[in-house]
T-cell receptor, first 111, second 110 residues
Framework: DPKIIQKPKYLVAVTGSEKILICEQYLGHNAMYWYRQSAKKPLEFMFSYSYQKLMDNQTASSRFQPQSSKKNHLDLQITALKPDDSATYFC??????????FGPGTRLTVL | GQQVQQSPASLVLQEGENAELQCNFSSTATRLQWFYQRPGGSLVSLLSNPSGTKHTGRLTSTTVTKERRGSLHISSSQITDSGTYLCAMEPGANTGKLTFGHGTILRVHP
């Protein structure tokens, strides 16, 4: 059974719209993260949360908002989508500052 | 900002040969973590260690944080080892942030 679930696997959106990427982990970890991988770029850290509190935010744009409704959930809301937001978004979890485990990713395409 | 440099960018091996992948980072790290990225994109954690040497199966990770470098040794390579290997460093500050390199693409031929 997958321990980190990301939904949807693929997502196509139009410029200016809003989408929510879902992440749930069943590893019992207290920290969760979001990363982004764009074409030709290394994986890029976006946010980290521990016990549902923001630890670090490396995303300059306020269009990206994490939402944690439960301790094992960390969704990512993206508003006013732009073509440059096209990327694969990975959710990860771990005990804070220990080995991180990644979900399968959501591939977002913005037209 | 922090940078992670991986070398070589790509590597071609005959099945059974060994591989040595390098990772250098520009600032202090509290640990390195190595990942395998499948052709479909998903990431598999291979090894994570703050310093010294760690083994699992045919993989050995060595981290020398004082010298800002690490390596991943793959012994007796197999065709199924083909893919992209990513090095990531955690700079500290206890936020869990990982900074990734561009990766080493490994091809193992029969």
């Amino acid at each position: 059974d997958p321990k980190i679930i990301q939904k949807p696997k693929y997502l196509v959106a139009v410029t200016g719209s809003e989408k929510i990427l879902i992440c749930e982990q069943y590893l019992g970890h207290n920290a969760m993260y979001w990363y982004r991988q764009s074409a030709k770029k290394p994986l890029e850290f976006m946010f980290s949360y521990s016990y549902q509190k923001l630890m670090d935010n490396q995303t300059a744009s306020s269009r990206f908002q994490p939402q944690s409704s439960k301790k094992n959930h960390l969704d990512l809301q993206i508003t006013a989508l732009k073509p440059d937001d096209s990327a694969t978004y990975f959710c990860a979890s771990s005990p804070l500052s220990y080995e991180q485990y990644f979900g399968p990713g959501t591939r977002l395409t913005v037209l | 900002g922090q940078q992670v440099q991986q070398s070589p960018a790509s590597l071609v091996l005959q099945e059974g040969e060994n591989a040595e992948l390098q990772c250098n980072f520009s600032s202090t790290a509290t640990r390195l973590q190595w990942f395998y990225q499948r052709p479909g994109g998903s990431l598999v954690s291979l090894l994570s260690n703050p310093s010294g040497t760690k083994h699992t199966g045919r993989l050995t990770s060595t981290t020398v944080t004082k010298e800002r470098r690490g390596s991943l040794h793959i012994s007796s390579s197999q065709i199924t080892d083909s893919g992209t290997y990513l090095c990531a460093m955690e700079p500290g500050a206890n936020t869990g942030k990982l900074t990734f390199g561009h990766g080493t693409i490994l091809r193992v031929h029969p």
